[in-house]
């Protein structure tokens, strides 16, 4: 079946950068990630979601919750996942 979305301009952005990246279509990957949302386990109200999630580093013993780090702090936490996953993209290549 066909439909029309619209995305924000930088989300769209980041699936066309991941999409070819990962040498996949743009369909593909975001055929992929809305079985991935909808098959997930953990169903969590979007108003709680935030809340329901653990506080960064909490391995860490010396973790402070969220609303304490800096933006900085925050967007270095952030893009750790992106980094690995890039890290590991460039290793298989």
């Not at 699936?15 to 992929?32: P, W």
């Amino acid at each position: 079946m066909r439909t029309s979305l619209d995305f924000p301009d930088a989300l769209f952005k980041h699936l066309k950068t991941r999409a070819a990246q990962e040498g996949r279509t743009l369909r593909d990957l975001v055929i992929e990630l809305v079985e991935r949302g909808l098959t997930a386990r953990e169903v969590v109200d979007p108003q709680k979601r935030f809340e329901a999630r653990p506080v960064f580093g909490s391995s860490n013993p010396a973790a402070r919750p969220v609303h304490f780090m800096s933006n900085a702090a925050l967007y270095e936490i952030m893009n750790e996942d992106d980094d690995e996953r890039a890290i590991q993209f460039m290793a298989r290549r």
